[in-house]
C-alpha cells in the first residue's frame, strides 16, 4: 500500500487535521485507501475496517501528538439504521492498536439530520448549527482525536469542534479523516 502521499493538512477551528487520502467524484476516482472505506461503508466490508485501521495507525505514529491523545471521538452517524457503523468500528480498531480509548457517545446528535452529501456548505452549516452535545465530562481539558471517514466541506467537523471546546472544555482537538474530496471546488 503506499505512503500517505496524498495525505492533505485539514483546515478548521482545531488545532491540527489531517486526510489520510483523497478521492475524486469523477475519473481517475478512488485511491487505494479511498476503495477500502468505499467497500466498507457502501458494501458493508467488515474485512476493510483492520486494514484501514492499520493504515490510518501507521500515519498517526508519525504525528508527534498521538502519545498525548487521551480519546478518540467518531462523529455521529448521520445514518442511524445501518447494521453497522463504519466510522464507529474503524475508530475502534484505532483506538485499540494505538491504546487510546474510544468515546463514542461523547458527542450526540440532538435530532437527526438528512444526508448532508450533495448539500453547499452555507446549506450543511444552517443544519448543523446547535445540534451536536457533549454527554462526557471525562474530556474536559484533554487532546482528542474527532474522527470521521470523509472530509467534504468541513462543515460537521468544525461545528463538533465548537462544541467540544465550548461546552466539553477540551484542551485541543485534532482531526482526522480516512479521504478527503477533491473536487474543483475544494481541492
Same mark, same amino acid.
Given at each position: 500500500?503506499?505512503?500517505?502521499?496524498?495525505? +492533505?493538512?485539514?483546515?478548521?477551528?482545531?488545532?491540527?487535521?489531517?486526510?489520510?487520502?483523497?478521492?475524486?467524484?469523477?475519473?481517475?476516482?478512488?485511491?487505494?485507501?479511498?476503495?477500502?472505506?468505499?467497500?466498507?461503508?457502501?458494501?458493508?466490508? +467488515?474485512?476493510?475496517?483492520?486494514?484501514?485501521?492499520?493504515?490510518?495507525?501507521?500515519?498517526?505514529?508519525?504525528?508527534?501528538?498521538?502519545?498525548?491523545?487521551?480519546?478518540?471521538?467518531?462523529?455521529?452517524?448521520?445514518?442511524?439504521?445501518?447494521?453497522?457503523?463504519?466510522?464507529?468500528?474503524?475508530?475502534?480498531?484505532?483506538?485499540?492498536?494505538?491504546?487510546?480509548?474510544?468515546?463514542?457517545?461523547?458527542?450526540?446528535?440532538?435530532?437527526?439530520?438528512?444526508?448532508?452529501?450533495?448539500?453547499?456548505?452555507?446549506?450543511?452549516?444552517?443544519?448543523?448549527?446547535?445540534?451536536?452535545?457533549?454527554?462526557?465530562?471525562?474530556?474536559?481539558?484533554?487532546?482528542?482525536?474527532?474522527?470521521?471517514?470523509?472530509?467534504?466541506?468541513?462543515?460537521?467537523?468544525?461545528?463538533?469542534?465548537?462544541?467540544?471546546?465550548?461546552?466539553?472544555?477540551?484542551?485541543?482537538?485534532?482531526?482526522?479523516?480516512?479521504?478527503?474530496?477533491?473536487?474543483?471546488?475544494?481541492?
Amino acid at each position: 500500500m503506499k505512503e500517505w502521499k496524498t495525505t +492533505k493538512v485539514l483546515y478548521g477551528n482545531w488545532k491540527g487535521g489531517w486526510a489520510l487520502d483523497q478521492h475524486m467524484d469523477q475519473w481517475p476516482g478512488r485511491t487505494t485507501i479511498g476503495e477500502m472505506l468505499y467497500q466498507l461503508k457502501y458494501n458493508k466490508d +467488515k474485512n476493510k475496517i483492520e486494514p484501514l485501521a492499520e493504515e490510518i495507525c501507521k500515519f498517526m505514529k508519525t504525528r508527534l501528538v498521538t502519545k498525548w491523545l487521551s480519546t478518540i471521538i467518531p462523529v455521529p452517524p448521520s445514518d442511524t439504521e445501518r447494521e453497522f457503523q463504519p466510522v464507529i468500528e474503524v475508530a475502534k480498531s484505532i483506538g485499540k492498536k494505538l491504546k487510546i480509548d474510544v468515546c463514542n457517545d461523547c458527542v450526540l446528535k440532538t435530532k437527526k439530520t438528512s444526508f448532508l452529501k450533495n448539500m453547499t456548505m452555507e446549506e450543511k452549516e444552517k443544519i448543523l448549527n446547535g445540534i451536536f452535545e457533549v454527554k462526557s465530562n471525562l474530556i474536559k481539558n484533554k487532546k482528542v482525536l474527532l474522527f470521521d471517514d470523509i472530509f467534504q466541506t468541513g462543515s460537521t467537523l468544525k461545528e463538533i469542534t465548537k462544541v467540544l471546546y465550548s461546552k466539553g472544555q477540551v484542551g485541543n482537538v485534532y482531526v482526522l479523516t480516512v479521504t478527503k474530496t477533491t473536487t474543483k471546488s475544494n481541492n
